[in-house]
């Protein structure tokens, strides 16, 4: 890219207001070659629908259809990123058990993407997700801006971290409070297994299952099983 050369400014971006974070980062995406892009800062503890702090120029239509239908908590790219660091291609696979999700983003133009994720020590989690409505992303064009990506995630997690969550040292203290039970069903849940295996592994109805689980989500102030694994495990709770 042209200019690349300048792509590592100086100035820090927590010296930004957000109306100028929105701006630069809009201008940098434009200069990777996309038209969209999406950062959302999970804090450590919290629900990711109403704790998470969000700056986009997604559609507004759909903005409010994804949150009407509260794909927040199935968004199969949250969940990845939640998980794990590595950068996310978008593509039909990833969206196998949300296509209506999949459908929907396609309808307003998000055809093609790439999501990266920054996790911190004090356990938030960072996602940008950049779009645009022709091309595919390449392994040429994903060799040559990955290491961009992974910066630009990095200067919004700083700023939108320092300015929105400053307060992720202490743990609320029902986070502590997993009971054997509890502890030993999420731990399945993170292996990939259903209520109804669990329950057969356990010996335990499948309504057992599901109200421990349910009682862990609460516990871990998550919104749903994947964000409260994810919480246990970083918590050392697992």
């Known amino acids: 890219m042209k200019t690349h050369q300048r792509l ?3 100035q820090s971006s927590t010296d930004k207001n957000e109306h100028q974070l929105f701006e630069s980062t809009l201008k940098r995406i434009e200069e990777y070659g996309f038209e969209y892009f999406l950062f959302r800062s999970i804090p450590r503890f919290g629900n990711i629908a109403t704790h998470s702090k969000t700056i986009t120029n997604y ?26 660091i590595a950068p996310l291609i978008w593509g039909e696979e990833v969206f196998h058990d949300t296509p209506e999700l999949w459908e929907g983003t396609r309808a307003f133009g998000l055809n093609h993407g790439w999501s990266q994720s920054v996790h911190d020590n004090k356990g938030v989690v960072s996602i940008l997700s950049l779009a ?6 390449t392994a040429f064009e994903f060799s040559e801006k990955a290491a961009h990506v992974l910066w630009l995630c990095n ?17 609320p203290p029902q986070a502590m409070r997993l009971s054997a039970r509890e502890s030993e069903v999420l731990k399945r849940t993170a292996e990939g ?40 495990t970083k918590s050392g709770l697992l």
């Open 8 to 10: 590592y400014e100086n």
């Open 59 to 84: 559609p507004k239509e759909f903005i409010a259809r994804y949150e009407s239908n509260h794909y927040v908590q199935r968004n199969p790219i949250i969940i990845h990123c939640q998980l794990s």
């Open 132 to 137: 645009r409505s022709k091309t595919p992303v």
């Open 155 to 171: 200067q919004l997690h700083t700023s939108m971290t320092a300015r929105y969550l400053p307060r992720q040292d202490e743990p």
């Open 193 to 232: 297994k259903t209520a109804f295996d669990i329950g057969m592994i356990l010996s335990l109805t499948t309504r057992t299952v599901n109200f421990h689980i349910s009682s862990a989500i609460r516990k871990m102030g998550a919104s749903n099983k994947t964000s409260a694994v994810v919480i246990a």
